[in-house]
């Protein structure tokens, strides 16, 4: 009977076992069918000649074609097989289009999205520029998105697309000029910053404003704003906090600032010009950059491109070459408006009561019924605070966005841009792109650098002051017109030998309102460039990338020694710590205790002094803007500061008081979270980067989309800007170097990039994962360009055929 029982177990577990492993087989048979196809031969209509893909060790395809429509056609067919999933999540968030597929708790998002105007604003753009395909730039965006709908049409969907039940549908020019729209909106600081800022001025005042620096005078041209009533305040901070959570929710990668710089041949090691560059961009699986080296006759780029995009927004050949960062112009007002009290749906312009455009849209959402959203515009722009359901707001708040009011032929710009051989092609491509603002930094083999403030700046009235909400009753939020490209700041061969971009504000741009990032990164950067002894060599940029440090931290904390030397007593532990941040260069390598120490110091001090003035909303916005890194320093030298007090406590605190409480939490979270022994409270342990998929937002499938944790060096605002927002350890790196390049135009088939995780988004691939542990160490590989290269680095090749 024993012997009967143990023969039927074991013959059901090697059934149970056989059903696993033909089930596991299934899985794997069902996941490889969806992979891309980098061999063989595919049919591929519309070619007019076979077009060649040969992939290199890291999946990067170099596409040779018989002419650009070919070229581009097998563009979009080799993207799409790689991040054709991507493609579709960043038309649907950019369109308001994601409660569909993702559910109920997306109708949010897609009611800010459809409040902005995107959709509508790309559906009338595409529909009028693209009745007639008659430009070069046109002719391969349409080649393009029609290999992107052929590898659809013909290929397994992407796993995601089942998981989520996504339907197919074609891509569009308006699918192209929405996401064209997200890039622009994922610049925009101002949205999440003028309510804050209002708010401290008119319900805090002049005392807790002035450490933002904004040239705030009561009795000057910055006037009290308009009136607004708490549940106004409310819906602008709950709009506000939305934007953001509306970025991180759909997985899709946030831009957020970069570095690049030039040197010339008389400054470089070559005597030939040189380039790196660094866009910071949010992180996620996959990355936001996919490459590709294309050659047609005529045409060579080895570029970078995104989603939805024909056109290189980086790249070089062997000729020329640039890089971007962001400008952090201020193209985005908010305009509060007086409505009539006889008729609400009117309000003030110009001395008129003027009637409020309305329509309507409606947002389907997944296994619920659709969503009817009426949307208003005020002759200033699309209002904003109306489009959540239990909107209480008395006042309308309208946006208005450059991208909406230009003309803004950034597809022209780049198409061009990925041409431009000569300073004058370069700045004439520049010159068409005028929103969002990019700083273009350009270089070429014959012996030129350059760099142009590329956005079509608005004229604002006289004394109005854009980082605050305006009254448009006044005429606050009028655009008496736009300024020339000429008076953008710019520099074509400067006698210094160098030029660099860090998103701090420019020369010549005193006059800019932006969102500038604070100027430590910059300086630390300037710093090296500018020693006229130095000759540049790849080594050197590479290792500049690479720098972890600002004096950024030791100026916040030079102010605050004397009371923490104070809080710290005769306690010998506590006396080590203080001191170790005394000496500290405000470096964040991995093995560095003082880098945990001040980044969880600082969270301590910025929460204890702010958030209960601000309450939890505002102060969770504040959080997340740069203006907050431009005031921390001013508050810290600031002892009698009026956010030094408790509000909550019947005390008047001063900046001792919280600088001893806050030190004193900081070891006490520290502790709790790393252990005891302070030695152990190294930056490695606190401070990881993690890729996150939409899809991994959630256990358990994080385990299996998700790539990370890693720990990193670098920190928020250093030239390594591995970023973490305000908060309390352990911290999750947000944004990044997207990519690193380094191009010396004395070789530039010896150009070097890296991608933060990998070419493919197609879950399983062999690349879908296989660059981010060298990204996260600081690697660096080659990019290739010459033939005899590209042979030699080739592991597989796709013939695509009429």
């Known amino acids: 009977m024993k012997k009967s029982k143990k023969k039927i177990w074991k013959t059901t577990s090697l059934a149970v076992l056989a059903v696993l492993v033909v089930g596991v087989a299934g899985v794997t048979w069902h996941v490889r069918a969806k992979l891309p196809q980098r061999s063989g031969e595919l049919q591929l209509t519309g070619l007019s000649a076979p077009v060649t893909l040969r992939y290199d060790e890291f999946g990067v395809p170099h596409i040779t074609a018989g002419n650009e429509a070919d070229l581009y056609r097998a563009l979009g067919y080799a993207h799409a097989q790689d991040r054709l999933f991507q493609m579709e999540m960043v038309r649907r968030l950019s369109r308001g289009e994601l409660a569909e597929v993702l559910g109920e ?81 994922s610049f925009a600081a101002a949205f999440r910053t003028e309510p804050v800022l209002s708010q401290v001025r008119d319900q805090l005042g002049a005392d807790h404003l002035k450490i933002f620096d904004l040239d705030w005078r009561p009795e000057g041209a910055v006037r009290q704003g308009p009136q607004l009533a708490a549940a106004d305040w409310l819906e602008l901070g709950r709009v506000a906090r939305l934007s953001q959570q509306a970025l991180e929710a759909a997985g899709v990668p946030a831009y957020e600032g970069s570095n690049a710089w030039l040197v010339s041949g008389a400054r470089s090691a070559s005597g030939k010009p040189q380039l790196a560059g660094d866009p910071h961009i949010a992180f996620s699986a996959p990355a936001v950059w996919w490459e590709a080296h294309l050659k047609a006759p005529g045409f060579e780029l080895y570029g970078h491109h995104q989603a939805l995009n024909p056109t290189a927004l980086l790249g070089h050949n062997t000729s020329f070459g640039w890089s971007l960062t962001m400008f952090q112009n201020d193209d985005i007002d908010l305009v509060v ?57 008395q006042r309308p708040v309208a946006l208005w966005w450059a991208f909406l009011e230009t003309e803004n032929p950034v597809l022209e710009a780049f198409y061009e841009l990925n041409r431009a051989d000569t300073l004058a092609k370069a700045r004439t491509a520049a010159s068409k792109i005028h929103a969002p603002g990019l700083n273009v930094m350009w270089a070429n083999a014959a012996g030129d650098i350059g760099w142009w403030a590329a956005a079509k700046l608005p004229q604002r009235p006289a004394g109005v002051n854009p980082s605050f909400l305006l009254d448009g009753a006044k005429g606050e939020g009028e655009k008496p017109g736009f300024l020339p490209f000429e008076a953008n700041p710019q520099e074509e061969n400067p006698a210094r030998g160098y030029i660099m971009s860090a998103n701090h504000q420019p020369a010549g741009g005193s006059a800019i309102p932006g969102y500038y990032n604070i100027w430590d990164r910059a300086q630390r950067l300037d710093e090296q460039l500018r020693d006229p002894a130095k000759r540049w060599t790849p080594a050197a940029h590479q290792a500049l990338q690479l720098d972890v440090q600002t004096s950024y931290g030791p100026r916040l904390l030079a102010p605050l020694l004397p009371a923490l030397r104070a809080a710290a007593g005769n306690d010998a532990e506590q006396k080590g710590l203080v001191e170790l941040l005394a000496g500290w260069r405000g470096d964040h390598p991995l093995d560095s205790v003082a880098a945990t120490l001040f980044n969880q110091l600082r969270w301590e001090l910025v929460r204890a002094a702010m958030a209960d003035e601000l309450g939890e909303t505002h102060f969770d916005n504040l959080r997340r803007t740069r203006v907050l890194d431009h005031a921390l320093p001013r508050l810290m030298a600031d002892a009698a500061s009026p956010w030094w007090d408790d509000r909550r406590t019947a005390a008047r605190e001063r900046r001792d008081d919280i600088v001893k409480a806050a030190w004193g939490a900081t070891q006490a979270h520290l502790r709790t979270l790393l252990g005891v022994d302070s030695q152990s409270w190294v930056w490695a342990r606190a401070h990881t980067l993690t890729h996150q998929h939409p899809l991994g937002r959630q256990a358990p499938l994080d385990k299996l989309f998700n790539v990370g944790p ?18 309390p350890a352990p911290w999750t790196v947000v944004y990044g170097p997207s990519t690193r390049r380094v191009i010396d135009f004395a070789d530039p088939g010896q150009a070097l990039g890296s991608n933060p995780v990998g070419q493919s988004g197609a879950w399983g691939d062999a690349h879908y994962r296989d660059q981010a542990k060298a990204h996260a160490e600081g690697g660096y590989r080659r990019q290739y360009l010459s033939e005899k290269d590209v042979v030699a680095a080739t592991r597989s090749t796709l013939v695509l055929r009429p």
């Open 105 to 185: 708790k997306l109708v949010e998002t897609d009611q800010l999205f459809r409040t902005l105007g995107i959709r509508a604003h790309a559906d009338a753009y595409a529909a009028r520029e693209f009745a007639r395909i008659d430009t070069p730039a046109k002719k391969a965006l349409m080649a393009y998105l029609d290999g992107i709908n052929q590898y659809q049409a013909s290929r397994p969907a992407p796993l995601e697309f089942e998981l989520l039940g996504i339907p197919k549908r074609p891509f569009t020019p308006a699918d192209t000029v929405s996401v064209a729209g997200y890039l622009a909106y």
């Open 337 to 393: 408006e007086t409505v009539n009290p006889a008729q609400p749906d009117e309000v003030m312009h110009k001395g008129q009561w003027v009637k409020l455009q309305t329509r309507e849209e409606v947002i389907a959402v997944k296994g619920k019924p659709a969503v009817t959203l009426k949307l208003q515009r005020s002759p200033h722009g699309p209002i904003i605070n109306r489009m959540l359901k239990d909107s209480a707001g």
């Open 710 to 727: 890693l720990p990193v060096p670098g920190s928020h605002e250093v030239p390594n800007n591995m970023a973490q927002m305000p908060g």
